[in-house]
């Protein structure tokens, strides 16, 4: 528990230098230490997703990896996706297919979504149920979040923006 | 082009304005306020259901470095009043809850004591090394042990587990049951189930030593009622208390109460004089967040041999848990479950009578439905046992039953008045999307072959847009009928428009902003929506019960078109014209006819800037306020259907296909109402099929883990198809019905008839949910031992 180790990660293209203490979750290092607070807990035992981050090109969940294991490695959170002002076409999806409500789940939906699409490419429906399967949501019943990243899917690949709905 | 030709915002698929933000991870979720000076609490929760506290030691929690105070129930017993859910209910019982617990603890994970430190792993180290001595006491589980005169006491001084009792009754029910041909019942019961949403509760206390001013950052449904609360409970006055819930992630009723957590970050704050934060983890979720249903529900309905219900009678049990939630009570949810329980359907004769009985659980509380899932699940299961032994098919017996409509307004058994609706409009509309006479034929082929399907209804109705006249929880002495905006117009010409709910996901910044726009004659990014504050708020409550698009929605459009009447007469002014010749519209006022036009930017700068250079009689603020309500609030209802598929090796139930067609009167916004139905039918399905709270006979719970509490995931749930009926209510101002519960109302029932439907040639009744694999499984056992 004592004695912090120094560390360094690379989040969302900026590399920061901290003293940790072994124990602290990845979760907790971006959203206390570099105030990324996009990234959600819901379960902190590795079940409902809300935590999902990418971490050198794998999503992960944050609250089952210590920052120290982090060391040395590159994180995507949902601060580094898109802004407000240009979505990137992934939310862009989820906005045009009202892929969120209450907006908790999303942050971690997304990133599974951009691992999902980044190793499959174009999905299917069933495909992208069964991959989102370890990401819980409980306002949308799924339906408008499985629309979005198929569409998403599609306009990645073509290059086209998520299109309308 | 005259006014009621304009292109609306209202009944558009407007994309919603809180997206990006939520969409980038800059929303504001409670545990993301982070203030300078800030600390945070671990709970110490009980591990016993019930149990005498003799001594807590504290001092080893006390030493450790980083930690900043610990507190026990007594030590903090001057600083907040108990919470006591207070009712005018007849045969209530009050009981009053504790912040932390003082003498004795009534459920596991029940507060004990808190820490306060420097972070949060540290405060969860010090609450380990707190040492208890508990000396446990004998306690009821079981809510029909516990209502026995022999069962341990939770609260002495009420001198009964039976905490509430009441009985709804019409015409005689107990002879027009004897006298009916055909009577069909059964013990049903409905598991104890979480709410869940996917935000823990999390609560932030700030506190302004030099102005006294607290400020509760919450992850609550009420902001309005937690101001009230507090001021209460703390002895404050209300202008030194400001509740925010920015962003809320979920809320489904278990985010509508007033949480001991709550209060006591605010007394910490207050004492400390330095931010304080509480944010629960998903054991103290599940073991602490408000729970749902829990009935054990006795029913039987009579029945003509031409299909005609001629009596119900119901008797009902309901586990209410340790402690009467605040405000509702714990007579919100079982008492529902009896008033709603006739459903849409003509019941000359009925009979309900509900017991709320005190177990060592965590406080039953608002659910998604209220009540009204369980009554669903009843009701339709009884008018499927019906149909069957009458021969009849079950869309015809329900058909034939509703209220039709020459009979609107109807006054049901209960004494719920359901004023025009589409009960028989949405039936047809299921009937049709579906194909029906073609699916049973796919139906019969598919069991010919050897494999379970089942096909299965539910139809509902529900109050909605409560008004003053109907408190929302039986004879509870809060007015939640009323909504008020206020809308206001600054010198740049844009909106703001002031509301009392608090949205968690439903939207309210699009939707409210659509009925603002059209009413005031504004573009809608012209409009910016202010929920989920109660500063500059009189009185609000929230967002639950169903109520916001309607008594929002209303109190908007009143207090829009007060304001439009302002901007027309100052622009009159300027434009020298005549008011009637004016109309406003996309943010400008024209002369109708001509090419001559302000916009509100010009108008509003005019009366602010130049106010001396305007006439007295308009010198006046570009503002109104007005309180919407519905006095007694509108009908909503639905048909729902089910078609699933039993694995007969695994007992595992596949959703197949699900058709939803629902009136919630005028849609606001098609996506955002599909959204909301959506989402409530993913969690009745989840209430069939999945999801339990299960406790064992001493009160220990045994499913304290998304590992052990199954909510269903993409996988689980299908995709549906929604259908609108829309029939304007002709009470309610723009006529809306509120439509956020519905689908998690229909659900429920339609799954266990479709599941009943599927095993048909077995014989087996469903009459227990959620309908896990293993009680299939001995459901299909025990019939095959029987035949």
Redesign the interface.
């Known amino acids: 528990?004592s004695g912090k180790r120094r560390i360094a990660v690379t989040v969302n293209g900026t590399r920061y230098e901290r003293e940790v203490?072994p124990?602290?979750l990845l979760g907790d290092f971006l959203?206390?230490e570099l105030?990324?607070?996009?990234?959600?807990?819901?379960?902190?035992?590795g079940?409902?997703g809300?935590c999902t981050v990418i971490l050198n090109g794998d999503s992960v969940r944050a609250c089952l990896v210590f920052a120290v294991q982090a060391d040395g490695g590159e994180v995507l959170?949902?601060?580094g996706?898109?802004?407000?002002e240009a979505?990137h076409p992934l939310?862009q999806a989820?906005?045009?297919h009202?892929g969120?409500?209450?907006?908790?789940?999303?942050?971690g939906m997304?990133m599974t979504a951009l691992d999902l699409i980044r190793k499959h490419g174009r999905l299917t429906?069933a495909a992208?149920?069964?991959g989102?399967?370890?990401?819980?949501?409980?306002?949308?019943?799924?339906?408008?979040?499985?629309t979005a990243i198929c569409a998403a899917a599609a306009a990645m690949q073509s290059g086209e923006p998520a299109g309308d709905? | 082009m005259r006014e009621e030709l304009r292109p609306k915002l209202v009944g558009a698929?407007v994309?919603?304005v809180?997206?990006?933000?939520?969409?980038?991870?800059?929303?504001s979720?409670a545990?993301?306020y982070?203030p300078a000076g800030m600390v945070h609490v671990a709970l110490l929760r009980s591990a016993y259901p019930h149990a005498r506290l003799l001594r807590i030691d504290t001092a080893a929690a006390r030493s450790m470095a980083g930690v900043v105070a610990v507190f026990t129930g007594d030590e903090l017993a001057e600083a907040a009043r108990p919470m006591v859910a207070t009712s005018k209910m007849k045969d209530y019982r009050a009981t009053a809850m504790p912040m932390l617990a003082r003498g004795k603890v009534r459920y596991v994970g029940e507060p004990v004591a808190a820490v306060v430190a420097a972070?949060r792993?540290i405060a969860e180290?010090a609450a380990r090394r707190i040492n208890v001595d508990y000396a446990p006491l004998p306690a009821a589980s079981d809510p029909l042990r516990a209502a026995e005169a022999s069962a341990p006491l939770l609260h002495e001084e009420v001198r009964s587990n039976i905490v509430l009792s009441r009985e709804f009754a019409r015409g005689d029910a107990a002879a027009a049951m004897a006298a009916a041909p055909l009577r069909v019942g059964a013990r049903f019961r409905f598991r104890r189930k979480a709410v869940?949403?996917?935000?823990?509760r999390c609560y932030l206390g700030d506190y302004h030593r030099g102005r006294r001013e607290l400020t509760l950052y919450s992850a609550t449904q009420v902001p309005g009622i937690v101001r009230d609360a507090l001021s209460e409970l703390m002895a404050m006055p209300e202008h030194l208390i400001r509740v925010v819930a920015a962003?809320?992630?979920?809320g489904?009723g278990g985010k509508a109460s007033v949480y001991p957590e709550e209060l006591l970050v605010a007394v910490l704050a207050r004492r400390l004089g330095r931010p304080v934060k509480y944010a629960s983890?998903?054991l103290e979720d599940l073991l602490s967040t408000s729970q749902a249903f829990d009935e054990i529900v006795d029913a039987e309905l009579g029945v003509a041999n031409d299909g005609t219900i001629a009596a119900l009678t119901a008797e009902v049990v309901g586990d209410v848990g340790a402690y009467s939630i605040y405000p509702w009570t714990a007579a919100l949810e079982p008492v529902q479950v009896v008033s709603f329980l006739p459903g849409p359907y003509r019941m000359p004769n009925y009979r309900g009578r509900v017991r709320g009985v005190a177990t060592p659980k965590a406080p039953l509380g608002p659910y998604r439905g209220v009540g009204r899932p369980v009554a669903a699940f009843v009701m339709e299961r009884l008018i499927d046992m019906a149909a069957r032994r009458l021969g009849i098919d079950p869309l015809a017996m329900r058909r034939q039953n509703f209220v039709a409509a020459e009979e609107f307004p109807y006054r049901t058994g209960s004494g719920i008045i359901w004023d025009r609706a589409g009960f028989a409009e949405c039936l047809t509309a299921v009937r049709v999307a579906l194909d029906y006479d073609a699916l049973r034929r796919w139906q019969k082929e598919a069991r010919a072959a050897g494999r379970w399907i089942g096909i299965g209804f539910a139809s509902y109705a529900e109050l909605t847009g409560i008004g003053s006249k109907i408190p929302a929880a039986p004879g509870m002495p809060v007015n939640t009928g009323t909504e008020t905006a206020t809308l206001r117009i600054d010198p740049s010409g844009s909106v703001t428009a002031i509301f009392g709910v608090a949205s968690?996901?439903?939207?309210l910044e699009t939707t409210l902003a659509q009925v603002v726009a059209d009413e005031l004659g504004v573009r809608l990014e012209d409009v910016r929506i202010v929920q989920g504050d109660t500063a500059g708020r009189a009185y609000t409550t929230g967002t639950y019960a169903s109520r916001s698009a309607v008594l929002a929605g209303g109190a908007g459009k009143l207090a829009a078109a007060a304001l439009r009447e302002k901007v027309l007469r100052a622009a009159a002014h300027l434009l020298e014209a005549h008011v009637d010749d004016l109309v406003a519209e996309g943010s400008r006022v024209a002369i109708r006819g001509t090419d001559r036009s302000l916009s509100f930017r010009e108008i509003a700068r005019s009366v602010y800037l130049q106010f001396g250079r305007m006439p007295p009689e308009l010198q006046e603020e570009l503002e109104a306020t007005k309180l919407y309500d519905p006095q007694f609030g509108t009908t909503s209802s639905a048909t729902h259907a089910a078609v699933v598929e039993i694995d007969p090796e695994t007992f595992d139930v596949r959703v197949l296909r699900y058709v939803v067609a629902e009136d919630c009167g005028r849609v606001i916004n098609p996506?955002?109402v599909?959204?909301q139905?959506?989402?409530?039918?993913?969690?009745g399905i989840g209430a069939a099929l999945l999801e339990e709270l299960v406790y064992d006979g001493e009160g220990q719970l045994l499913s304290g883990?998304?590992?052990d509490y199954l909510?269903p995931?993409?996988?689980e749930?299908p995709?549906?198809e929604v259908i609108h009926i829309e029939a304007e209510s002709p009470t309610t101002l723009g006529g809306f019905r509120g439509m956020g519960e519905g689908?998690t109302i229909g659900a429920p029932a339609a799954i266990a008839n479709a599941v009943t439907d599927a095993l048909a040639p077995l014989g087996i009744e469903v009459t227990e949910l959620p309908v896990t694999p293993e009680r299939l499984y001995r459901l299909v056992e025990a019939a095959r031992r029987k035949e």
């Open positions: 528990m203490e124990r602290l959203r206390s105030d990324l607070t996009g990234t959600h807990f819901g379960c902190e035992h079940i409902c809300a959170t949902v601060e996706l898109g802004s407000v979505l939310q989820f906005h045009e009202h969120l409500q209450c907006g908790y789940c999303t942050p997304l429906e992208v149920r069964a989102i399967s370890g990401n819980l949501c409980r306002c949308t019943g799924y339906q408008n979040i499985v709905a | 698929r994309k919603r809180e997206d990006p933000r939520l969409l980038t991870g800059q929303g979720f545990d993301d982070r972070s792993y180290d869940l949403a996917l935000e823990n962003d809320v992630g979920g489904f983890d998903r968690h996901g439903q939207g996506m955002i599909d959204g139905v959506h989402g409530g039918v993913a969690q883990s998304l590992m909510v995931s993409a996988a749930i995709p549906m689908g």
